[in-house]
């Protein structure tokens, strides 16, 4: 996962977890963990996460779900984490960004640009918010994509929705 992230002015800063964590330190840590992505550190993805992290699991309903597309496919756990990161790295990734990132206490918000070809050759240039929810350890408790689902549906199928008519 050898992927160029760009991120608003500020970058990445070492993090040390102190009595005190604060909105800054949750952006830091989202943070870091789209560096990691960008490094392939395997290691780096998986150490801010809660032991139970719901990895788009926490939905009642979502269509992506129910067209059976794998990347959200509900998972719990580290081993859950594992394995959506075992399966993106079977898509070629053409663009990542990470535009912004917003907080509030126990949430972040990464606004993202994204471009990728699924395994059966479809593509997808698509903007998404990923919520990362903190849990009071101050570990990633939750993440949710939120991503235009017709879009997705359309590439895990096969179909290049980069083409213009």
């Known amino acids: 996962m050898g992927l160029a992230i760009r991120a608003r002015p500020g970058g990445y800063r070492e993090h040390t977890m102190t009595a ?8 830091t840590i989202v943070s870091e963990l789209y560096a990691a992505f960008g490094r392939g ?6 150490a801010p996460l809660a032991e139970d992290v719901s990895w788009d699991a926490d939905w009642a309903d979502l269509s992506s779900q129910r067209a059976g597309i794998g990347v959200v496919t509900p998972r719990r756990g580290i081993d859950g984490a594992r394995e959506f990161f075992a399966l993106l790295d079977t898509f070629t990734v053409h663009d990542f960004q990470v535009l912004d990132l917003m907080a509030s206490e126990n949430q972040v918000v990464a606004q993202i ?27 990633i408790a939750a993440l ?22």
């Open 20 to 27: 005190t964590i604060t909105t800054t330190d949750h952006v």
């Open 41 to 46: 550190d395997l290691d780096g993805l998986l």
């Open 113 to 139: 640009v994204i471009e990728l070809t699924y395994p059966g050759g479809g593509r997808v240039r698509d903007e998404e918010l990923h919520l990362w929810r903190f849990d009071d350890d101050h570990k």
């Open 144 to 165: 949710r994509h939120y991503v235009d689902t017709a879009k997705h549906i359309a590439a895990w199928n096969g179909e290049d929705t980069t083409r213009t008519a």
